[in-house]
Structure formats: C-alpha cells, structure tokens
C-alpha cells in the first residue's frame, strides 16, 4: 500500500480540477472549441485518484466481517498543508465545559490558566465518508463534463462554463475534505458562488439572472445558519478542527470529531445549547440542500445549463447538507430532538415537492421537485440518528447522484434535440426517434421509482427500513430487540447522554416518540408512491403517444447546430434557415418528422455510463453490505450513541413489498392517465380539481415569501431609499446652496459691461489710497 | 542745478501728469468705442510716466528716467497685443462697440446698454477690397453704414 502516498494524493483530487479551472481561464479564448480539455483532465485526474483512495480506504477499514458485535475501527487519515492563521491567546474554556482541559482544577479554570491559541489548519482528511463523497462528486462531474461537450457546443461562453464546472468540482472535493468547520465554511460558500455563477450562466436573460439571485439569497439564510453555528461550535469546544491535534508541548487538543472526544460519553453538549448548534446547522443543510422551508431556490435553479443542473442541483451540491449532518452525527446524537427535527423536515420536505411534482409540465421541474423530494427523503433517514439511518441516507445520496445526473442528462438530450423547448406538453412519443435517451431515461426512472432491482429500490428500502427501526422498535432485529424494548428507555438513554447540562429539557426533545417516527414512515411510503406516479407519468408524457416534436427542433445529422441559447423554451434557438448537410430536416409544427433526433455520441455516452450504476449499484452495495459496513469507519460514526445503534444486516421483505406496492400504485395510476396518450391533455387537472391549482402554485411557498418577507424589506428598503433622499441628501443639497446664495450676492455686479469693471477698479484703488492717508495722516 | 530741483518744474510736471492720468480714467470709464479705450488707457500710463520722470528729476536720480524708457517699450508691445485684441473683437461682432459683449454678462443681470444693438446678421456681407487706382469708383452705398458701425 506504500506504493503510493494517499497524502499526496488527497492534495491532488481539489488540486487537478483546480488547476483545469485555472487553464481554462488564461487559455480558453485561445483554445476555442477545445475550451474543455484543460477542465476535463483535471476532473477525470481527480476520478482516477479518487477512486483510488476509495480503494485505499476500503483496504484499511477491511472485509466486513458476519455480524457487527464488535465496534469498527475508526479510519482517517489527516494531511495539513500550511496554518491558514493563528490567534495567541484567543480562547479560555469556561469551566465545566467539555473544551476545558480536566486536568487543571476549577480554581485554575477560574484563573484562566487554559488559554489557548485558535489556528486554522488547511488540513484535508481521508475517511470513509470523504472518499465515498469524493469519488462520487469527481465521477459524476467527469461524465457532465464529457457531456457538456456536446450539449455546450456552440455556445459562446464555452470556455467559462468548463471552468465553472472545474471550479465547482475544486470547491466541492475541498468542501468534503476539509476537515475543519471553517475551512467548510468557506467552501461552502464557494460551491454557492459556483452554483449562482452557473445558474446565472446565461446572464442576459432575466429569468436566469432572477433565479441565480434567488437561489443566492435563499442560499445565504442557510449559511448565515452555519456562520452562527461555526461561532458556538468553537465557544463550546475550543476549537473547529474536526480531527485531534498535538499542541506544541504535547498535549492532544481534541478536535470536534476526534477520537479523544468520540471516545468520551461526555464529550458532546446536548441539552439548549448543543439543540441549538444542531437547529443552525440543520438550517444551513435546509438552505443547501433546497429543504423546507428554504427549498424555493432549486426549481428556479433550472434556468441554469442542463448539465450544470445534473452536477450542481441533482448530485452533488445539494447532498452537501447530507454530508454535514452526516459528519456532525455525535453532535446530533446528543440531541434527540434536533434529530427528530431533521427526519420531519425531510419527510415534510419529501411529500410536499412530491405532490407538487405530480402537476408540473416542465420535464426539467419534475426532476427538480423530485431531487427536493429524495433529499427529503435522505433527511429523514438521518433523522433517526442510527448507523443504518445515516448509511441509508449516503447509500441513497450514492445511487441517487447516478441516476438523477442520468435523468438529468436525459432531459438536457430532450430538450437538446428538440430545440430547447422543455414543456412535456408539446412534444411525445420521443422514443422512436431518441432510442438511446428513451432507453436511459427509462432506466433513470426506473431507479427513481424504486422499481425492483434498480438502484433506488434497495436504497429507498433501506430509508424506509431505518423509518421502520424507529417506529416500531420491537419488530426490529433479535438481538437489538431487547435494548430497544420501548419508547422510554429509548428516549431514556439520550437523557443520559445530555446529563451534564442539568436543569435543561429542550421540548423538541418530546417529539422524540415512535408515534412521530410511524407517521414518518406513512408519509415516506406515500411519497415513495408519489415517486413513481410523477416519475412515469414524465416518461409516458414524454417518450410514450404519438410522436410529436415541437417547431424548431431539428432532426439529427446536424445537432450540434440545434442551438440552446433558450434553455427553457422561450423561444427556440438554432439558425432558422437551411442548415443543410446530411438527412437534416426541419420539423414543421405537427408536419414531418425526422427519423433521428438523438443527440451525439458526446451525449449519449455518458448516459449510458449513468444508466449502468443507476441499474446495477443499488444491488451490488445491498447484497454485499459494502457501503454501509465502509461508513460505519467513519469516525464521526464511530460516536456511542451512533455506533450503538448498529442492527445486523437483513432484507425487510414486508417493507420491500410495502415500498414495492406504493411505487406499482403510482406507475398503474400514471399509465392510465398518460400511457399511450397525447401528452398535451388534460388528465391531470381532471384528476385533481382544485387541489391541481394548490399543486401547481407550488404551495404559494413563493407567494407567502413575498408577502411576508420580500414586500416588508422593500418596503423598508423604500423608507430607507426615502430617508437617503430627503434627509441625508437634503442635508448635502442645503451645505452646497449656501456658497450659490453667497455668490448670488456679488453675482449682480456681473454686468459684462468694462466700464463697471473698471469703475470697480478705480474705486477699489480710491479706497486703498483714502485707507492710507487715513492712516498716514498722524 | 537750481532749475533741476526746484519745487515749481515738479509741481507743474505733476499736474501735467495728474490731468494727464484724470483725461484717461475719465475716458476709460465714459468711452465705449475699443480703441478710444486703449488709447485713454494709454494715457493714464503716460501721466504716471511724467509724475515718475518728474520726481526722477527733482531727486537727481537718472533711476525714474531709465525705467519710464523701459515703460515706453513694454508700452509698445502691449499696444501691438491690444491692437490684435481689438481687431479680433471686431472681427467677431462686426463693431467696436464694447457693449457688443455685454452678453457676457450674469444671466440674471439685466443689461445696462438701453437701446438694442444691430444684429451682425443684417448686416450686408463685407468683401476685401483692393486699394482704389484709376478713376474713381461709384460710392458704395453699403460703405456710410459700415462706418457708422465702427
């Protein structure tokens, strides 16, 4: 294993992207169209070595071994580059919290003999969880690059958007392999700033610039959230590093997720303060992650390029609050009910952008709603707080990353092919003459629906599994039945674990009750169910029915000429006129169609490489036990109250069949309503009535922001304007007229007359002479 | 040496100069035409320049006389720069009236000159002409008026 240095070769997963970004910039005027290679090899360099360390670390965690009796040995491995900063005196723990030092007494503590210094270490760290992320952000972002080739082609910010999306894969890697808050803070900001970046890529039209400030703004109340966090965090602990560190003079400072404080039952804070660190970093999850109440930003991101949305909005950027609540597990499990909180949020989350997906037309909406919905449905498996939870939820990030980016990518070719028109309404039955989208898509779908043997079956199974555990505690494994008898020796082992903030009972804390977690469950299936009615029902409607392609699209033989400037269907791009080569055709409106519309090999491939995981993954990980056997390694996972909570690796053949049904009632009820139709009917609105307007409205989530956010701050920000222009404006105006009113005194004796001036003259001279005589006469 | 210094020549010096200074000041200030300007202020500096040699005289001190001779010169140049001043002005306006700028003047003054000046526009256009030979042209019926300009 020493053949290779996995420091070194941590340091090059950001660093190779980083590098393609910046080449891109200085060269890619001069490259033109092969803008993308610099950007490319970078992010296909960090795949290689990522996959790499993926192997790497699964060497050190080791085979999986029958049952999980014995805890897992906790895996990192920390590489520091350089001390970002440091701040000599910058902190004194108040004693008796957990960042005092235990070895000196309460009077010392008193007397602030533990002052310490703050550093930032940029330290990356390696540990199941990153590589797990790592390797999926630098895979899914190679074949979105590979694909964007194709579908960017033409367009003249060719060279940026690659490096955008370098850019973007950099500040993600790092976000995982930090390992330090602060250092998670700022690139947290700096897959923001890439996202607003790419949303608004096409900048001139209104809606893309609208959505980018929107999801900017949105996204700035989450990270507010994480700012304060980041504050409390280091008031309660002393530090932001997430591994130990050896001051010095030799004394271990334990960092947040270290093994010294992890191996310490009273090492994390529960109780008001440590709920309130959790409900902040819950809120800045909510933000990135497009959650509840803050998720309004994620439908409107889809202005953006299709393949920006695939990487940024489906599969890597949004699972970043996945990742955050997954790193701070420990510090979640000392709070039940700041957990409870995220699986409510996430099971709300997951049915509400489910029912509103069931009524919208734009293909690319359908998949934004459902990505909302499935990491609804990843928050409410963390929520449980068990290793099965938070390994489900990463299991589903993994498969969902493959085949949302697939269906994403299918859609781009959609709408690629037919013009950049995007309203399933207006085209159908595409399958005959995009095969291989079709094909794909199908299988995407498939996986999304949990549709048996496809990836999102098995990982969706295991979120419902984890629901399950915790709704019905006595129906769940033999041997963990006895420690999980009930509800209240449940709950009684939190209290435990946050006794030494005595005299504090937070309330959330109350939610923590199985009869929360079964109605979880009933809302998780029911949205599974959901699922798969919208899911199918945007296949039927677009690949099913007689086929129909909406004016401008053009047949293929020249699909690189079918431009996108419009990516959402306002208006159609690509020359109008004759374009020429091979069996091109135009397609008139409902006249002749072309035999092929499928998009080129640049597009089509990556979907094939996407449609191979998103069909197999989910039960190459089951069956083996693979993935979640590799996270539990994870130190934060290695925490008590998580690791505590392993159950033994089983199928639920009851849930299966439960999840099974729900998704079979929602693809039967899609077939009737659209299998073999015309997509542009109205099934849906006679299918719902009035609730169809509720869904459509989006909840009038927009309309209750604007009323109760937006008008009120432009109505101060109007005071405010009206204040600057009166008062302080005013203030300004009246200093400059005094020097005019001045001048006006004098302005009279401008006649343009030279007489005047010279008797000015002379009288001046008379003056002066009869001043001095005056004075000269003593 | 007696005549040099007595009080009487400086005297009656003096009083050349002062009427001298007075006619100018007086003219500068009552006259509207440029060059009977220029030439009033011309007079006014040949006053202060008798005064200068007069009390150069009564002290015995050759100083006053030099520097009255370097007047004289600078006094010159400035009448060739004046004279191109002059004749510019009435290149523009056609006249050398110099109420003719009066609207440089404060746009919230009124004007002082009552009467409305001609506008250059009416005017008939004014050709070079060459100096007269031979027999004598027909007047130009054009020419009382372009003199009543000036």
Redesign the interface.
């Known amino acids: 294993m020493q053949e290779f240095s996995p420091s070194t070769l941590l340091v090059l997963v950001p660093l190779l992207p980083l590098a393609g970004a910046i080449l891109t910039v200085l060269l890619g005027r001069r490259l033109g169209a092969k803008a993308h290679l610099p950007a490319i090899a970078g992010i296909a360099g960090a795949a290689a070595v990522a996959v790499m360390l993926l192997a790497a670390t699964a060497r050190d965690v080791g085979p999986a071994h029958g049952a999980h009796a014995e805890p897992v040995r906790p895996v990192e491995m920390i590489t520091t580059l350089w001390n970002w900063a440091t701040f000599d005196s910058a902190y004194a723990p108040p004693a008796g919290s957990p960042a005092a030092d235990p070895r000196l007494s309460p009077q010392d503590l008193a007397a602030g003999k533990d002052v310490r210094a703050f550093s930032i270490p940029v330290a990356l760290r390696l540990d199941p969880l990153t590589a797990t992320m790592l390797t999926i952000i630098t895979c899914v972002g190679l074949l979105v690059a590979i694909y964007s080739t194709g579908y960017m082609h033409d367009d003249p910010g060719y060279p940026r958007f690659f490096a955008l999306v370098a850019m973007f894969v950099f500040s993600m890697s790092m976000l995982v392999a930090a390992s330090n808050f602060l250092l998670v803070y700022v690139f947290w900001e700096a897959v923001g700033a890439c996202s607003y970046l790419l949303i608004g890529f096409w900048f001139t039209k209104p809606e893309a610039a609208r959505a980018a400030k929107k999801a900017f703004l949105v996204n700035r109340i989450g990270d507010f959230g994480l700012a304060i966090a980041v504050f409390l965090l280091w008031m309660t602990y002393g530090t932001l590093d997430f591994h130990d560190t050896i001051s010095s003079d030799g004394v271990i400072m334990p960092g947040i997720f270290g093994q010294t404080r992890l191996a310490d039952a009273a090492g994390y804070v529960g109780g008001a303060l440590g709920t309130a660190i959790c409900l902040l970093l819950l809120l800045a999850a909510c933000g990135k992650s497009a959650q509840l109440p803050l998720h309004v930003w994620l439908p409107d991101a889809m202005e953006g390029p299709t393949p920006a949305s695939a990487l940024i909005h489906a599969a890597t950027m949004v699972t970043a609050g996945i990742y955050l609540i997954t790193r701070s597990a420990p510090l979640f499990a000392a709070c039940p009910g700041a957990l409870t909180l995220v699986s409510i949020v996430g099971a709300t989350t997951a049915l509400v952008a489910a029912l509103i997906g069931t009524v919208q037309n734009d293909l690319k909406r359908v998949l934004a709603y459902s990505t909302i919905s499935q990491l609804g449905y990843m928050f409410a498996s963390l929520g449980t707080g068990t290793l099965l939870g938070f390994s489900a939820a990463i299991f589903h990030l993994l498969t969902h990353a493959c085949f949302k980016a697939l269906l994403f990518l299918g859609a781009g070719s959609v709408m690629h092919a037919m013009g950049g028109v995007i309203d399933m309404r207006r085209f159908g039955g595409l399958r005959r003459v995009m095969p291989i989208t079709a094909a794909t898509f199908l299988v995407g779908a498939a996986a999304l629906a949990g549709v048996a043997p496809f990836a999102g079956f098995f990982s969706k199974d295991e979120i419902l599994a984890a629901l399950h555990a915790k709704g019905w505690p006595a129906a769940h494994g033999d041997h963990h039945a006895a420690n999980m008898a009930g509800g209240p020796f449940h709950l009684a082992r939190f209290t435990t674990d946050s006794s030494h903030t005595p005299g504090v009972s937070v309330g959330l804390d109350a939610l923590d009750r199985p009869e929360t977690w079964q109605i979880l469950f009933w809302m998780s299936l029911i949205t599974a169910g959901l699922t798969a009615f919208y899911t199918f029902r945007a296949v039927f409607m677009t690949f099913t029915g007689p086929t129909r392609v909406p004016e401008g699209a053009h047949g293929h033989g020249h699909s690189h000429e079918a431009g996108h400037a419009g990516d959402t269907g306002h208006g159609h791009a690509g020359p109008n006129g004759p374009t020429g080569h091979g069996h091109a055709s135009h397609a008139g409106h409902g006249g002749h169609i072309a035999d092929s519309y499928e998009s080129p090999w640049a597009m089509t491939l990556p979907l094939v490489l996407l449609a191979i995981p998103s069909a197999l993954i989910g039960w190459l990980l089951f069956s083996t036990n693979w993935l979640s056997h590799f996270l539990s390694a994870t130190p934060s996972l290695t925490a008590p109250a998580v690791a505590s909570t392993a159950t033994p690796h089983v199928f639920h053949m009851n849930l299966a069949i439960q999840g099974t049904l729900a998704a079979a009632i929602g693809i039967v009820i899609a077939a009737i309503g659209h299998l073999g139709r015309s997509s542009d009917g109205p099934q849906m609105e006679r299918f719902l009535g009035p609730l169809q307007t509720l869904f459509a409205n989006t909840f009038y989530f927009d309309q209750i922001y604007s009323a109760l956010i937006v008008r009120p701050l432009e109505a101060l920000a109007l005071v405010a304007a009206l204040f600057d222009r009166y008062v302080v404006d005013g203030a300004v105006d009246a200093i400059a007229r005094i020097p005019v009113a001045l001048g006006g005194i004098v302005r009279r004796s401008q006649s343009g007359l030279m007489q005047r001036y010279a008797l000015a003259g002379v009288m001046g001279v008379l003056g002066i002479v009869v001043l001095l005589a005056w004075q000269l006469r003593g | 040496m007696n005549t040099m210094q007595s009080l009487p020549l400086l005297q009656n010096a003096l009083t050349v100069g002062a009427i001298l200074f007075s006619l100018g000041?007086v003219g500068?200030?009552?006259r509207?035409n440029l060059i009977v300007?220029f030439l009033a202020a011309e007079m006014m500096l040949q006053g202060i320049s008798v005064s200068l040699v007069a009390w150069s005289r009564y002290h015995g001190d050759w100083g006053g006389h030099v520097l009255v001779i370097f007047v004289l010169t600078v006094a010159a140049c400035e009448a060739a720069v004046a004279l191109v001043f002059v004749l510019q002005a009435f290149s523009r306006t056609g006249r050398l009236d110099?109420?003719a700028?009066?609207?440089?003047?404060?746009a919230?003054?009124g004007?002082?000159?009552d009467h409305e000046l001609p506008s250059i526009d009416t005017l008939p256009p004014r050709f070079p002409t060459l100096t007269p030979a031979g027999i004598l042209p027909p007047a130009d019926e054009n020419e009382p008026l372009q003199r009543q300009h000036v």
Do not use: G, K, P
């Open positions: 000041l500068i200030l009552t509207r300007m110099s109420a700028w009066q609207s440089l003047r404060e919230t003054v004007r002082m000159i």
